[in-house]
C-alpha cells in the first residue's frame, strides 16, 4: 500500500474511534512521549476519550512535554478500548515486557504509527514511514489527514519529537519537508528555544559528572574508527547518576572526529541497553542491532540483553567492523 492509502486507513481507525488508549515504547525518548502526548492532545480536542501508557510512567526529564505528566505506568486490561495506538515501536517487544502481552492480548485493533527501517507491521492497521524523522512528524501528517489543527500544547509535544530524533535538526533524516512541518508547528504556538532548551541546554551537575568519567575511557577499535562507552550499575551508584543520565553518550562518541560507528553500553539493574550509532547511512547499523534481537535505523538502532555486556562486547565489536569494511 502506498503511503497515502496508509494514512487513509489510519484516519478512518481513528474517525470510527471514540475511547483509545495510546502507547510509546520502553525507555521512552522525545519522539516516543511528543508523538503520543501531541497526538493524543489533539484527538482530546476533537471530542475523543483519550489515555496514554508508557512502561515507564512519566519520566522527570521530558515532563516539559505537554500531556507526559499524565502517562500511567498500568495498562488497563478491562477497559473497552474501540481502538489501540501503538507509537514508535519497531516491533511488539519494544512496549516493555510487561506492556507488550497486556496491549497485544487486549483485543481491540492496533494501529501502528512508526518510522523505523525494522518495523513488522503488527498493527491491524500498519502507518509506516522510513521517510519520515521521526513518528512525531508522521503524526503530523495523520493529524493533516484528518483535518485537525493542533494547538499549542499538542504542537509543542509533537516538535519535541522532531527535534529529539533529528538531533536539533542536524541528522540526515531532516527533510525540508521536516522544516516545513517544524515551521507550521513553531506557528501552531510551540517554541522552538524552549524546547532546544529543554533538551540539550539544561543538564545535573551529575549526568555531567558520570559522562566526564565514561568519556575519559572510551573503548576504541579499527584504528579509531569505532568508539564505545559503558556505563556499569556501579558507575550510576558512583555519582547519584540514572540511566536517563546516560543519554547521549552514543552520539558524543560518534560525533569525535574520525569516529565512523559508535555504541554505548548502560546497565539497568541485570538488563544491558545498548545504542549504536554511524556517521551516515553508508553504515548500516540496523543489522547489527538486528542480529542481537533488536532494531531501528541504519544510522541509528538499539538492542537490548541481559548476557553479561563484557563478555560479548568482543562480537559486537567484530560486527561494527563488518559493517565498516564491507562485508
Given at each position: 500500500m502506498s503511503l497515502d492509502s496508509d494514512l487513509s486507513c489510519a484516519a478512518q481507525a481513528i474517525v470510527d474511534a471514540s475511547v483509545i488508549a495510546i502507547v510509546s515504547h520502553t525507555g521512552p525518548d522525545a519522539d516516543a512521549y511528543g508523538s503520543m502526548c501531541g497526538l493524543a492532545l489533539t484527538l482530546k480536542e476533537q471530542g475523543k476519550e483519550v489515555s496514554c501508557f508508557n512502561e515507564a510512567g512519566p519520566m522527570e526529564k521530558y515532563t516539559f512535554i505537554p500531556g507526559v505528566a499524565d502517562v500511567s505506568d498500568t495498562f488497563p486490561t478491562d477497559t473497552p478500548w474501540?481502538?489501540?495506538?501503538?507509537?514508535?515501536?519497531?516491533?511488539?517487544?519494544?512496549?516493555?515486557?510487561?506492556?507488550?502481552?497486556?496491549?497485544?492480548?487486549?483485543?481491540?485493533?492496533?494501529?501502528?504509527?512508526?518510522?523505523?527501517?525494522s518495523n513488522e507491521r503488527f498493527g491491524a492497521h500498519n502507518l509506516i514511514s522510513v521517510t519520515h524523522s521521526s513518528t512525531a512528524e508522521l503524526v503530523c501528517e495523520l493529524l493533516h489527514k484528518l483535518s485537525y489543527s493542533p494547538a499549542p500544547e499538542s504542537a509543542t509535544a509533537l516538535l519535541a519529537g522532531i527535534i529529539g530524533d533529528t538531533g536539533s535538526f542536524r541528522y540526515s533524516s531532516t527533510s525540508s519537508q521536516t522544516l516545513e512541518i517544524a515551521s507550521k508547528l513553531v506557528a501552531a504556538g510551540a517554541s522552538l528555544v524552549d524546547i532546544s532548551k529543554a533538551l540539550y541546554g539544561s543538564y545535573p551537575l551529575s549526568m555531567v559528572r558520570l559522562q566526564a568519567e565514561v568519556l575519559l575511557n572510551l573503548h576504541m577499535h579499527h584504528s579509531d574508527e569505532i568508539a564505545g562507552v559503558v556505563v556499569s550499575k556501579e558507575l550510576f551508584k558512583k555519582h547519584g547518576a540514572s540511566p536517563d543520565d546516560a543519554d547521549m553518550l552514543v552520539e558524543r562518541a560518534r560525533d569525535i572526529d574520525g569516529v565512523k560507528i559508535s555504541y554505548a553500553a548502560r546497565q539497568v539493574d541485570d538488563l544491558w541497553k545498548v545504542s549504536l550509532r554511524s556517521v551516515s547511512d553508508t553504515y548500516d547499523v540496523s543489522r547489527v542491532a538486528q542480529s542481537f534481537g533488536g532494531g531501528g535505523h541504519k544510522a541509528a538502532a538499539a538492542f537490548r540483553t541481559r548476557k553479561d555486556f563484557s563478555a560479548m562486547e568482543a562480537t559486537l565489536v567484530a560486527r561494527l567492523e563488518e559493517v565498516l569494511d564491507g562485508v
Open positions: 474501540d481502538l489501540i495506538i501503538v507509537c514508535d515501536c519497531g516491533d511488539k517487544k519494544r512496549m516493555g515486557d510487561s506492556f507488550g502481552p497486556l496491549v497485544t492480548g487486549h483485543g481491540a485493533p492496533l494501529l501502528n504509527i512508526d518510522h523505523h527501517i
